[in-house]
């Protein structure tokens, strides 16, 4: 780390110089909270041997949002729409100039005193990730079932077990999360697939825990973001390890129709059905067989 002391970048500096760390913020109507979040995150770095910056994206907030993050001395950038969440995260990143880049989420649910740790933690790893308690009391009980599901999901296709799947507060090599920036979505969903993007790419994750706190204002996911997540984890898996999603389904498939087969064959008549499962898994296992050639000619 540089040993040139701490620098907090304004919203009226526009320089690009390079600094040891950008924290990026993504807010949406989050009055209440980005001024909190952004005094403790410059008060968790201050006094530390590098350089920082703090990006706050205003994704198209209704209200004060802005301007409270402008009075904070965060760098404010702003959008006249609201493009998403990952979209905010992938604009604050791509206007930062740093050796490491850290992201924390603007209502106060994540804790900016860890990120000094997960910091140190990123020397030797390609994303640091603040992991949530297993008993996530301040996530709202309705939300608790759904996360449930889609972590045990998610381990199953990635075969790993993955301490917090969408965690908002990361810290990563910016070397390591550069590449994968095409392929993140502008929705919640950002952090679910960076998770898998750098675990089937076999990156280095590691996870320090961390104590989730009761968020400020009003939440803005929806109940049907939870499909569009296990949409696309099943993306991010096909994109880099498609035998984990092809080999399943087709095993299920070639199951039946076996087990139909030998149900036919004590009945002295071959059914369609039969036929039909056992093709549909040769041909299921042969797409996959294709789009691992592919994803590996890809990975290269």
Same mark, same amino acid.
């Given at each position: 780390?540089?040993?040139?002391?701490?620098?907090?970048?304004?919203?009226?500096?526009?320089?690009?110089?390079?600094?040891?760390?950008?924290?990026?913020?993504?807010?949406?109507?989050?009055?209440?909270?980005?001024?909190?979040?952004?005094?403790?995150?410059? =008060?968790?770095?201050?006094?530390?041997?590098?350089?920082?910056?703090?990006?706050?994206?205003?994704?198209?907030?209704? =209200?004060? *949002?802005?301007?409270?993050?402008?009075?904070?001395?965060?760098?404010?950038?702003?959008?006249?729409?609201?493009?998403?969440?990952?979209?905010?995260? %992938?604009?604050?990143?791509?206007?930062?100039?740093? *050796?490491? #880049?850290?992201?924390?989420?603007?209502?106060? *649910?994540?804790?900016?005193?860890?990120? !000094?740790?997960?910091?140190?933690?990123?020397?030797?790893?390609?994303?640091? #990730?603040?992991?949530?308690?297993?008993?996530?009391?301040?996530?709202?009980?309705?939300?608790?079932?759904? %996360?449930?599901?889609?972590? %045990?999901?998610?381990?199953?296709?990635?075969?790993?077990?993955?301490?917090?799947?969408?965690?908002?507060?990361?810290?990563?090599?910016?070397?390591?999360?550069?590449?994968?920036?095409?392929?993140? !979505?502008? +929705?919640?969903?950002?952090?679910?697939?960076?998770?898998?993007?750098?675990?089937?790419?076999?990156?280095?994750?590691?996870?320090?825990?961390?104590?989730?706190?009761?968020?400020? +204002?009003?939440?803005?996911?929806?109940?049907? =973001?939870?499909?569009?997540?296990?949409?696309?984890?099943?993306?991010?898996?096909?994109?880099?390890?498609?035998?984990?999603?092809?080999?399943?389904?087709?095993?299920?498939?070639?199951?039946?129709?076996?087990?139909?087969?030998?149900?036919?064959?004590?009945? +002295?008549?071959?059914?369609?059905?039969?036929?039909?499962?056992?093709?549909?898994?040769?041909?299921?296992?042969?797409? +996959?067989?294709?789009?691992?050639?592919?994803?590996?000619?890809?990975?290269?």
């Amino acid at each position: 780390m540089s040993s040139t002391g701490m620098t907090l970048i304004s919203s009226q500096d526009t320089s690009h110089r390079l600094v040891d760390l950008s924290v990026v913020i993504p807010a949406f109507n989050e009055e209440d909270g980005i001024g909190r979040t952004v005094a403790e995150v410059h =008060d968790s770095l201050s006094g530390l041997a590098f350089d920082f910056e703090i990006i706050v994206v205003d994704d198209g907030s209704t =209200d004060a *949002t802005r301007e409270v993050a402008q009075k904070s001395g965060a760098r404010v950038i702003s959008s006249r729409e609201n493009l998403g969440y990952g979209a905010s995260l %992938k604009r604050g990143i791509a206007a930062g100039n740093s *050796t490491y #880049v850290a992201i924390i989420d603007a209502d106060g *649910t994540y804790p900016p005193g860890s990120i !000094p740790k997960m910091l140190e933690m990123a020397r030797s790893a390609d994303m640091v #990730v603040g992991a949530r308690s297993s008993a996530m009391t301040n996530v709202p009980f309705i939300r608790r079932p759904a %996360k449930f599901m889609l972590n %045990k999901f998610a381990n199953f296709l990635a075969r790993r077990r993955i301490p917090d799947l969408n965690s908002g507060l990361r810290v990563f090599r910016r070397s390591s999360l550069i590449p994968y920036l095409p392929l993140l !979505p502008p +929705g919640f969903s950002f952090t679910t697939t960076i998770t898998l993007c750098m675990i089937c790419s076999e990156r280095t994750v590691e996870y320090l825990p961390i104590e989730y706190r009761r968020r400020i +204002g009003r939440s803005t996911m929806r109940a049907f =973001d939870f499909f569009s997540f296990l949409l696309l984890v099943v993306r991010a898996i096909v994109l880099f390890s498609p035998l984990r999603v092809f080999i399943p389904i087709g095993g299920v498939l070639f199951l039946l129709g076996v087990t139909k087969f030998g149900y036919d064959l004590s009945q +002295g008549n071959l059914s369609e059905s039969a036929v039909f499962c056992l093709l549909a898994a040769i041909i299921i296992w042969s797409f +996959g067989l294709i789009a691992d050639m592919v994803a590996r000619l890809l990975r290269r």
